[in-house]
């Protein structure tokens, strides 16, 4: 047997593509987290981005269970003396709906410059609409 390592230029990388409505949100970024690090790919290096893009449409209508969309909040902090933002889910659903996905994916990707290239790869969009048709994106069933 021969230990596999990849690198940038052994690495294929696939576009899939994941519709959000009506699925939890901690489940389905937990799915895409994998996905963008590669954890399912047979060639899966720590220390390399091996992940595939990924485009999550219908952002807007994932699902959040229990109280959460009154009780989670959102925190966003200037540095400056009286610079905390804290917005609820339901706040950031109307005004930001796809950053509610790339918060939870980014939670569970490495920190670092290694998670800076990841989350380039995700793609997310509120409506079912996306502009990357020519990519010819793979359904994905979560």
């Not at 987290?33 to 720590?46: Q, V």
């Not at 509120?126 to 020519?134: G, I, R, T, V």
Request: aromatic share 6%; no cysteine; net charge positive.
């Amino acid at each position: 047997m021969k230990t596999i390592h990849a690198n940038k230029k052994t690495v294929k990388r696939r576009w899939l593509l994941v519709d959000a409505s009506d699925k939890p949100l901690g489940r389905m970024a937990s799915e895409v987290a994998l996905i963008l690090r590669g954890k399912r790919k047979p060639d899966y290096t720590p220390h390399v981005d091996t992940g595939d893009f990924v485009i999550v449409v219908n952002a807007s209508e994932v699902k959040l269970t229990g109280k959460k969309w009154e009780q989670k909040n959102y925190y966003d902090y200037s540095g400056y003396p009286g610079g905390l933002r804290v917005r609820s889910a339901t706040v950031m659903r109307e005004r930001k709906p796809t950053e509610i996905v790339r918060r939870a994916v980014r939670g569970m990707l490495p920190k670092g410059t290694l998670g800076n290239q990841m989350i380039r790869k995700l793609k997310i969009y509120a409506a079912a609409e996306h502009p990357h048709q020519a990519q010819k994106p793979e359904k994905l069933e979560l």
